[in-house]
């Protein structure tokens, strides 16, 4: 799985035909802004270990940092190919920083180039457990319901303490998914750091993939009891 | 986006909309979601035991127009077909009919899920059936 034992680490520099290490940027020989070609991933491109928590800060700076030296505007005069290079380059770090810098694009990026993202739909909601189906239904169910009541003319006072009532189940379950995420993040970052064979790191991500299913359920949901509130 | 005139129509006017006794043993239920936009899809049938033919079909889904019209399509088709034909209804086949776009072809294959599971759920209740009568017969 870890691509860094199978992809090659070098790459060769088609200015000057040296070799470059895989995620340079520019050839360390002739010092030319290299094409984007086979190269590793977002995090390796900013320099960055593959773990979850991540200085905001200092993704900030490395991404200003990069993002002057590939301006096209020091490539104006440059060979066509340099000047396709530093596009390519500004536009894969535009791509990298915005994933990179929000903590849900992040995991989902990890998931994604660790191999764990679904492969297809039927794959992705066959994972779902169908308890979590069954409540989801339920509070939909309820939701409805409770728009039913209020287009009967009930109380605001009668349809808003039901809505209070579905929402908090829901809403503890919103805050004990984002502290999952937090510490299944930790224990991925842990693994990183102690260097930990294929199978502990495969569990984590699972684990944080799981916590991905639920997720956009909790959020329509708390969305519907928000509109419902607010309309 | 556009909405094909059907998806408008079977989204404006579902059929079959509704549940079923759940514990009836010729009911099969099937709830399924998409986890990629939060949506849930129950579709349950009603299988005559004795021609082995789906006489009734009834959905509730939440989510969107695609996956409404998709369910309300799919409960259509499923009446007056044996199970092993509904078994064979094929998520493409419901993307034709309503012209879904690329983007809404999960809304679809949720939709043959739900097929598949109600039936599967069927199945199941029938086989624990005839397991328990069977049981039940020495003790008679
Ligand atoms: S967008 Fe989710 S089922 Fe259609």
Not at chain 1, 31 to 50: M, N, Q, V
Not at chain 1, 205 to 211: G, H, M, P, T, Y
Not at chain 2, 102 to 109: F, L, M
Request: hydrophobic share 35%; glycine share 6%; net charge negative.
């Amino acid at each position: 799985m870890s691509s860094s034992i199978s992809s090659p680490t070098l790459q060769v520099c088609r200015a000057c035909s040296g070799g470059a290490p895989v995620d340079a940027h520019f050839c360390p020989q002739c010092s030319k802004i290299l094409a984007l070609g086979r190269h590793g991933d977002y995090f390796t491109f900013l320099g960055l270990p593959r773990k979850l928590k991540l200085d905001a800060e200092d993704l900030e700076q490395r991404f200003r940092r990069l993002s002057r030296q590939f301006h096209p505007d020091y490539f104006y005069n440059a060979t066509p190919a340099e000047r396709r290079a530093s596009l390519e380059r500004s536009s894969y770090l535009n791509d990298a920083y915005r994933t990179l810098r929000q903590s849900i694009a992040r995991i989902e990026y990890l998931l994604q180039i660790e191999g764990l993202a679904p492969k297809n739909p039927q794959e992705a909601s066959r994972q779902v457990p169908p308890a979590l189906l069954e409540e989801v239904f339920a509070l939909n169910e309820e939701l409805d319901e409770i728009r039913d009541l209020r287009a009967s003319g009930a109380s605001a006072e009668v349809w808003k303490g039901r809505l209070e009532g579905a929402r908090q189940p829901i809403e503890a379950k919103r805050v004990e998914h984002e502290s999952q995420l937090q510490e299944l993040s930790a224990r991925w970052d842990a693994l990183v750091d102690a260097g930990a064979g294929e199978s502990d790191r495969r569990a984590a991500l699972e684990a944080l993939r799981d916590r991905f299913l639920e997720r956009n359920y909790i959020n329509n949901l708390l969305a519907g009891i928000e509109r419902e509130l607010n309309s | 986006m556009a909405y094909s005139n059907k998806v408008i129509d079977h989204y404006e006017n579902p059929r079959n909309v509704g549940s079923l006794p759940k514990d009836d043993v010729n009911v099969g239920t099937g709830l399924v979601g998409a986890p990629e936009c939060g949506d849930v899809m129950k579709l349950q049938v009603k299988v005559n035991p004795a021609t082995g033919v789906i006489d009734d079909a009834k959905f509730k889904t939440f989510g969107c127009g695609s996956a409404i019209a998709s369910s309300s399509l799919a409960t259509e088709w499923l009446k007056g077909k044996t199970v092993d034909e509904a078994m064979a209804i094929k998520n493409t086949d419901i993307v034709n009919e309503l012209s879904l776009p690329p983007v809404k072809i999960h809304c679809s294959v949720l939709a043959e899920d739900a097929i598949k599971a109600a039936i599967a759920d069927y199945k199941k209740k029938q086989g624990v059936e005839r397991s328990a009568e069977k049981a039940a017969q020495p003790t008679a």
